[in-house]
């Protein structure tokens, strides 16, 4: 019983783990141009598909400025399969984003 349950627990724990983990990438801050492959509202978290084949994470701050055609616009207007351009600030292994434009 004991070997049973410890075993649903590790599949349980793998299950979660894989369900939960997104490839993502770390790169130089700059400006990075792609398409936005998820969108998490509730946590405010974008992961954005770049032109040259990596994932990148972005958690919104108080900070992001999130622009549509030159206006200020909010987070609800962020789709998945939109082209964007983020510029990043690199801190260690985390992405800030500074600024997102939707391109389309």
Do not use: H, W
Not at 23 to 34: A, L, M
């Amino acid at each position: 019983m004991r070997t049973l349950i410890t075993k649903g627990l590790f599949l349980s724990a793998i299950m979660l783990f894989i369900a939960c983990g997104e490839s993502t990438d770390v790169v130089e801050s700059g400006t990075y141009q792609g398409t936005i492959k998820e969108v998490e509202a509730d946590k405010t978290e974008i992961y954005v598909s770049t032109d040259d084949d990596k994932t990148l994470e972005l958690y919104f701050t108080e900070t992001t400025s999130l622009m549509k055609n030159g206006s200020e616009v909010e987070f609800s207007e962020l789709k998945e399969g939109q082209k964007v351009e983020v510029e990043v600030e690199k801190n260690g292994k985390r992405l800030d984003p500074i600024s997102v434009k939707i391109l389309e």
